[in-house]
């Protein structure tokens, strides 16, 4: 009996423990519920924001009252700095989280960037030009101008030639604000012969020579030119870049060249970007610009150690570190008495420039990075494929063997070539070297090129432009270009380089009785960098 009590005495017991636990698995579920519903619920109204087109702006885009104005909310157009008054653009409609989100980097921000709408302010600071010697077509020069208008450049200086010359070419280029072109005609030459630079002696070991050398003697003849455009056009700092070069701002805050030399001191002259090659992983690059991630550093950013102590794994039998040339680019401060130095330098009739160089920042050059520049740049040059006659076209010693292959193997032998020297095809050693340091992977100007085509802006700058072109503009454009010129007792044109070399050397000494200490700076060439040797290896 006393057990049948005690039964009767746990059963409410029991009871009441169901229905605890029930309560509290019951409690859990909701708790869960909610949590669950919380964050869906938060997701929806982001989403209805945004599609809305409200919410919070996008970190990564600077967001300073002279940055964070775009065009209109809902506008249509595409508006570039130095475009303003280009209001025809009509680019495929895309989403505008497409754009913003190519923009998100892990250190830097894109303040030209959002959604390609740039509500640019004539008061930005400072003012950056371009100037070019190009014969590229469209498909080459667009990418890389409207990719240095993302990074704050707003005018350029195209001095064109060949392909860019043509009707379809101009009309487009002739088309875009803050782009003035420069046709080589025979008036361009009868001005340049009187030029300063032509009738001095510091860039006179390049006057004469067929090839690389005429084409290094044109650019700084170009490039005297476009200082003074520069100046005319308000312009504070100026570039000579190659279309086959991009601007890598690496260091600044912003992904930003204008950003970059806001920072310079006042008291630089010269700010030096050592330049990065193409290291190509295919041998049917079509777009380098958008196919090509992967390049080799400069000897200037990689400590002396790693550089020379995996020197010839990273040449892979060729002459030198890089294919072409070592030395990079560099911008110059808009000043009085400012001239070119050559392609690669600026210099000064008065003084000799403060230069910095810069630790981060760099000029990426996409050099033989299709297969086809082996045949391009062999049309290009009417030189023998000799050991002795190259050395007369090209400054350079790859440039010199690529040449030879191009002119004298079958297409099937230029391929096996081209794979053996310049396509890195062996990814064990990519990836050692890029553990090394030695190669690296850039993908902002990837993904800012793609941006830019997908978002209809090439189509429509070309649609837009108008059918017929006017080359009087050139003449304008000359009118004023260099304000110390001489006047040579014989006129010959820089058409002629190579020939009359004795009839010349007078009118390039008429100057030479006022040159100055700072004056006789000879031109910097391209330059290969620095070589290994078992010297320089033990040291």
Same mark, same amino acid.
């Given at each position: 009996m006393p057990s049948h009590h005690h039964h009767h005495r746990s059963t409410p017991l029991l009871s009441a423990t169901a229905a605890s636990s029930s309560s509290s698995q019951s409690f859990v579920s909701k708790l869960l519920l909610l949590l669950t519903l919380l964050p869906l619920s938060l997701a929806a109204l982001a989403f209805v924001l945004q599609w809305r087109g409200g919410g919070v702006s996008d970190p990564t885009i600077a967001t300073s009252a002279a940055y964070s104005?775009?065009?209109?909310?809902?506008?249509?157009?595409?508006?570039?700095?130095?475009?303003?008054?280009f209001s025809s653009l009509s680019p495929k409609s895309h989403s505008s989280s497409d754009c913003i989100n190519l923009g998100r980097t892990s250190s830097h921000s894109l303040?030209?960037?959002?959604?390609?709408?740039? =509500?640019? @302010?004539?008061? $930005?600071?400072?003012?950056?030009?371009?100037?070019?010697?190009?014969?590229?077509?469209? &498909?080459?020069? *667009?990418?890389?101008?409207?990719?240095?208008?993302?990074?704050?450049?707003?005018?350029?200086?195209?001095?064109?030639?060949?392909?860019?010359?043509?009707?379809?070419?101009?009309?487009?280029?002739?088309?875009?604000?803050?782009?003035?072109?420069?046709?080589?005609?025979?008036?361009?030459?009868e001005q340049q012969a009187e030029s300063r630079i032509w009738n001095e002696t510091w860039l006179s070991s390049f006057f004469y020579k067929p090839c690389n050398y005429e084409l290094f003697v044109k650019q700084s003849l170009n490039?005297?030119?476009?200082?003074?455009?520069?100046?005319?056009? =308000?312009? @504070?700092?100026? $570039?000579?870049?190659?279309?086959?070069?991009?601007?890598?701002?690496?260091?600044?805050? &912003?992904?930003? *060249?204008?950003?970059?030399?806001?920072?310079?001191?006042?008291?630089?002259?010269?700010?030096?970007?050592p330049n990065y090659e193409s290291s190509v992983e295919r041998d049917d690059i079509k777009d380098p610009f958008t196919e090509v991630s992967m390049?080799?550093?400069?000897?200037?950013?990689?400590?002396?150690?790693?550089?020379?102590?995996?020197?010839?794994?990273?040449?892979?039998?060729?002459?030198?570190?890089?294919?072409?040339?070592?030395?990079?680019?560099a911008a110059a401060r808009i000043q009085d008495h400012l001239r070119p130095n050559g392609a690669h330098r600026w210099h000064n009739y008065m003084k000799t420039p403060n230069e910095i160089k810069l630790e981060e920042a760099a000029v990426l050059h996409y050099t033989y990075a299709k297969f086809s520049d082996l045949t391009s740049r062999r049309d290009r040059c009417g030189c023998k494929p000799t050991k002795d006659d190259v050395k007369r076209c090209f400054m350079l010693e790859f440039d010199r063997a690529a040449f030879i292959i191009a002119s004298t193997q079958t297409e099937e032998e230029m391929l096996n070539w081209y794979r053996e020297r310049v396509v890195w095809g062996d990814k064990d050693l990519r990836l050692k070297l890029l553990r090394k340091g030695i190669l690296?992977?850039?993908?902002?100007?990837?993904?800012?090129?793609?941006?830019?085509?997908?978002?209809?802006v090439f189509s429509s700058v070309i649609a837009n432009a108008p059918t017929t072109i006017s080359k009087d503009k050139f003449l304008a454009s000359i009118?004023?270009?260099?304000?110390?010129?001489?006047?040579?007792?014989?006129?010959?044109?820089?058409?002629?380089?190579?020939?009359?070399?004795?009839?010349?050397?007078?009118?390039?000494?008429?100057?030479?009785?006022?040159?100055?200490?700072?004056?006789?700076?000879?031109?910097?060439?391209?330059?290969?960098?620095?070589?290994?040797?078992?010297?320089?290896?033990?040291?």
């Open positions: 104005r775009w065009a209109p909310r809902g506008s249509h157009h595409e508006i570039f700095p130095g475009m303003e008054t303040p030209y960037y959002g959604d390609w709408k740039f =509500g640019f @302010e004539a008061n $930005l600071k400072p003012k950056i030009c371009i100037t070019t010697s190009t014969s590229a077509g469209l &498909e080459q020069i *667009l990418p890389w101008m409207f990719y240095h208008r993302v990074l704050g450049v707003t005018n350029f200086f195209l001095f064109v030639e060949g392909h860019a010359a043509s009707p379809n070419v101009s009309k487009v280029l002739e088309s875009l604000p803050g782009v003035k072109v420069v046709y080589r005609t025979k008036e361009l030459e490039m005297e030119m476009a200082i003074v455009m520069a100046r005319d056009a =308000g312009m @504070e700092w100026i $570039l000579h870049l190659d279309t086959d070069e991009l601007i890598h701002p690496a260091g600044a805050s &912003e992904y930003s *060249l204008r950003q970059l030399l806001l920072n310079v001191p006042s008291n630089v002259d010269m700010v030096i970007f390049f080799k550093k400069n000897y200037d950013h990689l400590p002396k150690d790693t550089y020379f102590g995996m020197y010839k794994e990273s040449t892979r039998g060729n002459p030198n570190y890089f294919l072409t040339y070592g030395n990079g680019k690296t992977r850039i993908y902002a100007p990837m993904a800012i090129i793609q941006g830019l085509r997908e978002s209809g009118d004023s270009s260099n304000s110390s010129r001489v006047v040579s007792p014989t006129t010959h044109t820089s058409r002629k380089i190579g020939r009359s070399r004795q009839q010349q050397t007078s009118a390039r000494k008429v100057l030479e009785v006022e040159t100055n200490a700072a004056d006789e700076a000879a031109a910097v060439p391209p330059l290969s960098p620095p070589a290994w040797t078992m010297t320089t290896f033990e040291q």
